[in-house]
């Protein structure tokens, strides 16, 4: 039978209850020396701050020489082998593993660390782990101090709530989420290879600014791409509902938020529905078709997704004035014009109207003036095609990882108490 200080899964071998403990009660936690009016060097010992800590990777680009690195390191220590660094600054929690004996130092007040390689309670890999359980991220987020920096300090981290086994049971926890972090990375990695992969065939795919042809074709097309503007090639260019609307529960209304990666994102438990009445009010005069082009216009500048009525299957949704629609004329495809809004020529344009307007996003009046350079319909089609295929895969690989995300949760909250 499951205790009241067990976790609901454990691996086969492992009863009893868990123990309570404070965190600094099981691990000496560290704060660092400030360094300041220091010489840095090109190559050296890494002087971690919080920024430099990403997906248990150090990103870091300052160091400090050797002899400055024993300095202060003689005074107040400095992580070992086997450590756990967790940011105390900025965006705090976030953590790094580290299993090498490379020296580092990190910036005093911005990064904490627990000396696991020392402790014969907690073991690195295990406490890495927990640091992404319910139990510490909800105790982090209320112990956290300031309004647009936070500061997660020394006395708040000695006094975190830790449930604890013994060393053989943490290090077959830890060793089973850090596989699962491995495959994300990985999985992460090929998606960020794919996205690069498409950002190059869409700069050689499209002419440059002042040309008239692309690096790259398929075989059989010549001659000039016409240059013009993007109100001369559309039949409709709308932005969403600029009214206020009541609570209902006929149809989604949506934002940029809702356009990421290429896809509609529609989350049925938080995203707001409104009534038959204002769902009907929004479309008067239009109403989507298949294959809209959707261009994120205020926020996040430049997201794109092309609507299709499978997606949304019965679903009925309208946007806010943060979404854009653009629907071609006849002598344009939706796929390419999708594809050429993504490239780098149209976005740079984009991000400099958001750069010029006192809200930081993009009036229709300036999307209209976009300007593009387009081909023939047929040549249009194979271009539109091929990146769509990359897209697809892309999504794919998204899923994937989203699917894999979800996964670590869903075992974060049934394998700590």
């Not at 890495?128 to 020394?154: N, R």
């Not at 709530?161 to 943490?170: A, D, G, M, T, W």
Request: aromatic fraction near 8%.
């Amino acid at each position: 039978m499951r205790g009241k200080n067990s976790p609901e899964i454990r691996f086969p071998g492992f009863g009893g209850e868990w123990e309570q403990m404070k965190l600094g009660e099981v691990v000496e936690i560290k704060d660092s020396a400030r360094i300041s009016n220091t010489l840095w060097v090109s190559k050296g010992v890494p002087y971690l701050r919080s920024s430099d800590l990403a997906n248990d990777e150090i990103v870091g680009e300052l160091f400090i020489s050797d002899e400055t690195y024993q300095s202060y390191k003689d005074k107040t220590g400095a992580p070992e082998k086997d450590d756990v660094l967790f940011t105390s600054g900025g965006k705090v929690g976030v953590t790094y593993h580290k299993i090498d004996d490379n020296p580092v130092y990190v910036q005093g007040g911005s990064i904490l660390y627990a000396k696991t390689s020392t402790s014969n309670k907690l073991s690195g890999i295990y406490l890495k782990a927990f640091f992404s359980s319910p139990t510490m991220t909800k105790y982090i987020e209320g112990a956290s101090t300031g309004l647009t920096i936070k500061h997660f300090t020394l006395k708040p981290a000695n006094a975190a709530p830790i449930f604890i086994s013994s060393l053989k049971e943490q290090n077959k926890i830890g060793e089973f989420f850090k596989q699962i972090d491995d495959t994300i990375a990985f999985h992460q990695q090929e998606l960020t290879t794919l996205k690069q992969t498409k950002q190059g065939f869409l700069q050689k795919m499209f002419p440059k600014e002042g040309e008239s042809v692309p690096e790259v074709r398929f075989p059989g097309f010549t001659g000039d791409w016409e240059k013009r503007e993007l109100k001369d090639v559309v039949d409709l260019l709308k932005d969403g509902t600029h009214g206020t609307h009541k609570d209902g529960k006929e149809a989604f209304l949506l934002s940029a938020k809702n356009i990421k990666n290429g896809q509609i994102i529609i989350d049925e438990l938080t995203d707001r529905k409104i009534s038959s009445d204002d769902y009907n009010s929004i479309f008067k005069n239009y109403g989507l078709m298949d294959q809209d082009l959707l261009i994120t216009i205020v926020g996040t500048i430049g997201q794109t997704a092309l609507y299709t009525e499978n997606i949304t299957n019965t679903t009925k949704i309208a946007f806010q004035r943060s979404v854009a629609i653009v629907r071609g004329n006849k002598d344009v495809n939706q796929i390419f014009l999708k594809s050429i809004v993504d490239s780098n020529h149209v976005q740079k344009q984009l991000k400099q109207s958001a750069s010029m307007s006192a809200q930081a996003g993009v009036y229709l009046g300036d999307l209209a003036k976009l300007t593009m350079s387009i081909p023939k319909l047929s040549e249009q089609i194979k271009i539109g095609n091929f990146i769509k295929q990359l897209d697809d895969i892309i999504a794919l690989h998204q899923r994937e990882l989203d699917a894999l995300k979800e996964t670590k949760k869903a075992f974060l909250q049934k394998m700590f108490v």
